[in-house]
């Protein structure tokens, strides 16, 4: 019996085009201006210091900001440039140059099996505080109300089973309790081999079926039953 739903946000519940196209552009235009302005704040110095552990050299502030870029445009998912993101896009929703999307389909799921009393968690890429921005200004207004808590890559990799066994542990079920939502096949493979029940989505903009794939796919939320899994 399903008693939690876990889900991913790019190409799940929200379009792929709107993190590639809205959110990442503004986060490499905002990103070097932000970093000369804020270099001396202890929480973006400790970013700085970990971009330089990760490509295992001292770099200058110039370096390090290229690096940020570059991380950008082969959308890396690495931990300090995704809490950087985080920190320009809340920036951005503030200012109103931003608004988060949720698919249609997305919101009634999650607002139905809210109100039965399943717990939704969210895990994503995206740092925490970035998923909060996004879903407390959608086109459906504030819907951070549905969710019981958020994961992203400080439990582990996506497309490691180990992660998707810490979640479960965190939320205090048994694996096979869980719900996992995700359009990437290999992040499905991982929480399906932790034990999670999975569903792929397979938005027709942002995925194609696999065929002979293991495990379910559907086009929306709607042909989710909770009872049938």
Known sequence: ??????????????????VKDVLFPYSY?????????????????????EVKKIEGKDLSLEEIIDTLKKWIEEDRKITPLKEIQGIIWEEGYKSGKLQGFVYPDAYEKLKEWFESGIKIYVYSSGSVKAQKLLFSNTNFGDLNYLFSGYFDTN??????PTSY????QSIGLNPDEILFLSDNPDEITAAAHSGMKVVRLVRPKDADYIKEFPYTQVESFKQINLKML
């Open 155 to 160: 439990i582990g990799n996506k497309k490691d």
């Open 29 to 49: 235009e905002k990103i070097q201006d932000f970093v000369l302005k804020n270099k001396d704040n202890p929480q973006i110095l400790k970013i700085l210091e």
């Open 1 to 18: 019996m399903v008693k939690a739903v876990l889900t991913d946000i790019e190409g799940t519940t929200t379009p792929i085009s709107f």
């Open 165 to 168: 066994k810490k979640i479960a």
